[in-house]
């Protein structure tokens, strides 16, 4: 189950039964299931105090995502500040929706495993990325 929360903002434009099949859509190709994954769309401030809270880091991010996955069914808690990917949008000259729905799809890759620590890893998890947002109804 897929839930869509708010947090100091309001709720973005998006299709949420569609988002909800591209993501099962996307689990599966990876041989994974959804289970209760939660999105938390929010604000710069609220991303922080729970960056600053949780992971002890004193900066702003498009998202923070906590990872209750068992074996191959995804679960978690997704956080994503609704400025930040904004700010981004308009910094890479991308569609504000565009970008939403990569972090989106960045935070589910995450749970399947994905990493984007090193530029290998970066790599690969764009490469991810491109072909989830290439299915995308």
């Known amino acids: 189950m897929i ?3 708010t947090d100091q903002v309001s709720m973005p434009a998006i299709d949420d039964a ?3 099949s591209w993501i099962e859509r996307v689990a599966a190709g990876y041989g994974k299931r959804v289970g209760e994954v939660h999105y938390i769309f929010c604000s710069d401030e609220r991303i922080l105090e ?6 002890h880091h004193d ?3 498009d998202h923070i995502g906590f990872d209750y996955s068992v074996d191959d ?3 978690g808690d ?4 609704l400025d930040t990917i904004r700010s981004n949008a308009e910094q890479l000259g991308e569609d504000y929706n565009s970008e939403l729905h990569r972090v989106i799809i960045h935070g589910i890759l995450h749970l399947i495993g994905f ?3 090193t530029p290998e890893e970066r790599r690969e998890m764009e490469a991810a990325e491109d072909a ?5 109804c």
């Not at 997704?78 to 500040?81: A, D, E, T």
């Not at 989830?132 to 995308?136: H, N, T």
Request: hydrophobic share 50%; charged share 20%; glycine share 4%.
């Open 3 to 5: 839930e869509f929360h």
């Open 18 to 20: 569609g988002v909800t």
């Open 50 to 55: 729970v960056n600053r809270e949780f992971l």
């Open 59 to 61: 900066y702003y991010t």
């Open 73 to 75: 069914i995804l679960s």
């Open 78 to 81: 997704l956080f994503l500040s």
């Open 115 to 117: 990493k984007d620590k």
């Open 132 to 136: 989830a947002l290439a299915i995308l």
